[in-house]
């Protein structure tokens, strides 16, 4: 079974600009949920998704959005970015059904803002 | 919001040199937790569920245990392709949201 893929892998932008990162969940895995990892302040949750629908989002500003589709691929997108903003995004996908699913986490994007 | 605590930050082993981790959390309830294993630049790699206090897993060189309050990764004579960080996370009470520890750094050399 094909593990979690996220495009693209690195990513080089410029402050102001917007990015849109995509994640392909394991095959009948339901749920996408997004991570931003720096050095500094480690894993953090950004949001996820379940069937088209946001169940939950973490503490992050509103520059920072995402969707699902109907096939339960995922993006992300960041608009206005910031020098902050770069770090390792990491998509997950699980089952969904239940809260205690475990998570299967994709190779990243890695995000440069210069 | 659960607490999560990661003990040592790092570790230096020689190869066969047995230790183990500590991952201690504050949450609202036991749900159990879940431990992975990241490689630098890479996304975390899921290693082991632990449900319940008591429970134990072991995958090759690493067992898991779980209390009410904490869970020990011990590694067992170590090779260096063990070498990575270690991140724990107690199952999440809120969807897809996992509150992960600051991680363990382990190297092992030959």
């Known amino acids: 079974k094909a593990g979690v893929t996220q495009t693209p892998r690195y990513l080089i932008k410029t402050r102001g600009q917007q990015v849109t990162l995509s994640c392909s969940p394991i095959?009948?895995?339901?749920?996408v949920s997004w991570y931003q990892q720096t050095p500094g302040q480690g894993l953090q949750f950004l949001f996820e998704?379940?069937?088209?629908?946001?169940?939950n989002k973490g503490n992050f500003p509103g520059r920072f959005s995402g969707r699902q589709f109907s096939n339960s691929r995922s993006e992300m997108n960041v608009s206005t970015l910031e020098l902050g903003d770069s770090a390792l995004y990491l998509c997950?996908?699980?089952?969904?059904?239940?809260?205690?699913?475990?998570?299967?986490f994709g190779p990243g994007t890695r995000l440069t803002v210069l | 919001e659960d607490q999560v605590t990661q003990s040592p930050e790092a570790l230096r082993l020689q190869e066969g040199e047995s230790s183990s981790l500590n991952c201690s959390y504050t949450?609202?309830?036991?749900?159990?937790l879940f431990w992975y294993r990241q490689d630098p630049g890479k996304g975390p790699e899921f290693l082991f569920t632990?449900?319940?206090a008591g429970e134990e897993k072991e995958k090759e060189r690493l067992k898991a245990t779980l209390t009410k309050k904490e869970s020990f990764l011990h590694i067992t004579a170590p090779k260096p392709e063990d070498s990575a960080t270690y991140l724990c996370?107690?199952?999440?009470?809120?969807?897809?949201?996992?509150?992960f520890g600051a991680g363990t750094q382990v190297v092992v050399t030959p």
């Open positions: 095959s009948g895995h339901r749920s």
């Open positions: 997950a996908s699980s089952l969904g059904g239940a809260r205690y699913n475990e998570q299967f």
């Open positions: 949450v609202s309830g036991l749900r159990g």
């Open positions: 996370a107690p199952k999440p009470d809120s969807w897809g949201k996992l509150q």
């Open positions: 998704y379940f069937s088209e629908t946001q169940r």
């Open positions: 632990l449900y319940s």
